[in-house]
């Protein structure tokens, strides 16, 4: 191995991409595009829910009931109906996800035996927002309910006992529970994935469609020369766009970081060694960087976004999918990802998605380096 040939192949490898338009528009603006728009598209907080109401009993009582939905952030009052058929049209047509009925009666009904109930219709094609919403409109109609549970008792002179048993929640390391903490981290690996692959798997496919791969061969530089020297400004590149990447999250996604920046440093130093040689490994397979690009983005684009864990827990997955998550070098680096920034954690507390990741990028280091053959065929 000669330092030497590694930086001329390096250099070379710089100019093309300088005098290549589209390497640089995706070295440029890739990242922080797919970073913006993941960072404001994916969000998993279901807010301002639009809810229509229908109020049969038009009283002081339901009217504080339908305040208290309008007072909240997780609904939006879009409709007040005049009918049930209004109300259900206006389901049909999508104007609103949740309806609230409130029957006629309700206020007597509370005010003689301390009883009511409400309807709550739900557009369940979107099943996880009609869960989500059941779950705030039931909060709602609780605490309300208690409240009126405590001044009809306080009416009636009714001492009220204690619960013997309270709940107060703590959550830790992401104490507002904003969606946009888990899955910042997630976006940024599954960005340095697609670009570090997609970049990469353009590099030998490259010198056979220009037809320079006959000079590549005929020079006296050997194999692991000429994939260090290919890789070494798309690894620099990497670190840079990672760091990019990462204090976007914080400074702009406002994505709180824990962990220290020199252990983010190494692990995505790992993650790229992997993306970079999977890249170079496809680029030495397919010749045609049109068909190197589509394979890379298939084996870097889905499993990070489907199978890593960053949109779906995989534990709730199938146990065969659960065992294929176990080759994926995403599932690794978007946990390492969480515990950086949301833990704080050390690298001892990471040890397992860290070996594992050492593991995978090795293997891959040996695969792409075995694939290539200085010969043409």
Known sequence: MSWRRILAMARKEMIQIVRDPRSLMIVILMPLIQLLIYGYAVNLDVKHVPLCVYDRDATQTSQDLLKRFQATDYFRIVRVADSYTDLVRQIDFGACSVALVVP????EKLRADGQGSVQLLMDASDSNTATIGMGYAQSIVQSYSSA????????????????????????WFNENLESMAN??????AMVMAVVGAFLTSLTIAREWERGTMEQLVSTPIGKLDIQIGKLAPYFLIGIIDTAVCAITAVWWFDVPFHGSWLVLFVCSVEFLVVVLSLGYYISVTFKSQVGAMQIAMLVTFLPTFLLSGFIFPIDQMPRVVQWITLILPGRYYVAILRD???KGSEFHLMAPQIIALGVIAAALVALSTRAFHKRLE
């Open 148 to 171: 009126l549970q405590v001044a009809w008792l306080d009416r009636r002179g009714i001492s009220r006992a204690e619960p013997s048993v309270t709940f107060q929640p703590r959550t």
């Open 183 to 188: 899955l910042v981290p997630g976006i940024v």
């Open 104 to 107: 006629p009666q309700f206020a």
């Open 340 to 342: 950086i920034f949301l």
